[in-house]
């Protein structure tokens, strides 16, 4: 500690000055509680529906194939591993949208479309390990969506950060505060392109299901009608702009 012996500072000391950081913690939580409050009855009830949706498809896609040995590949287990890291932190991408988090929201995408871009690298047999994936691999037409999550993510973006902060006047002085705020454009814009991957890895993840297991996977998916939530799910991107009509 910068001048101070340590020796000399009791623990109860230490203890009634961390209060204040549990004071800072307490209400950045509870600003965020309320722009959750905002952002759930802001945002297209379809949108999260759809979401909802996709999350059960996922449950599925992990929890049918138990008990039914498959037929691995390295290649195919590379994704297996890359579709298990996204759906490790597919709540925690919607949890700070909610927040009103919009830059570290739009980091976490950015990896999730990194994700993307590598899977198909994987397929394409051109992905480099130790290499940032290449974005030119991520679906055709979807470029648009890193190019703006790194404007909002990346720290070298001083007017972008600045937009997403909340401002305040005290007399004279025009301040920046410290707890977040809600933002329409910004809390849709990272859902729609949170949605527009959660889609595309879906789809990746019942592809490579079908791929490791065959025919009785497809059976099992006709059965509990995955194909069809899958399908309800596209219906409901494309007409919220979220997907492309192929």
């Known amino acids: 500690m910068l001048g101070v012996n340590k020796n000399e500072m009791k623990e109860n000391e230490i203890q009634k000055y961390a209060e204040k950081g549990y004071n800072l913690e307490s209400l950045i939580i509870k600003k965020q509680e309320l722009i959750r409050k905002i952002t759930g009855k802001y945002l297209d009830s379809n949108l999260i529906n759809s979401r909802i949706v996709i999350s059960s498809i996922l449950y599925d896609v992990v929890k049918i194939k138990e008990g039914i040995p498959g037929n691995s590949t390295p290649k195919s287990e590379q994704i297996l591993h890359l579709i298990s890291t996204y759906i490790q ?48 691999f991520a679906p055709k037409g979807s470029q648009k ?22 401002h305040y006047k005290n007399g004279i002085i025009n301040a920046v505060s410290f707890s977040p705020k809600f933002d329409k ?39 509990i009608r995955v194909f069809d939530y899958f399908d309800f799910v596209r219906e409901r991107l494309i007409l919220a702009d979220v997907i492309s009509k192929k």
Do not use: C, M, W
Not at 190 to 203: D, G, P, R, V
């Open 89 to 136: 932190g597919f709540g925690i991408t919607e949890n700070l949208i909610f927040a009103g988090q919009y830059t570290k929201a739009a980091a976490l995408i950015k990896q999730e479309y990194e994700i993307l871009a590598r899977i198909n690298e994987i397929k394409k047999e051109k992905a480099k390990i130790g290499e940032t994936p290449n974005v030119k």
């Open 145 to 166: 969506i890193y190019g703006e999550l790194n404007k909002i993510s990346h720290p070298s973006n001083p007017n972008k950060i600045a937009d997403l902060l909340n």
């Open 185 to 223: 454009y910004y809390s849709t814009e990272l859902y729609k392109s949170h949605l527009y991957i959660a889609f595309e890895i879906t789809k990746e993840s019942i592809l490579l299901l079908i791929e490791l297991y065959g025919d009785i996977i497809i059976d099992k998916l006709r059965e």
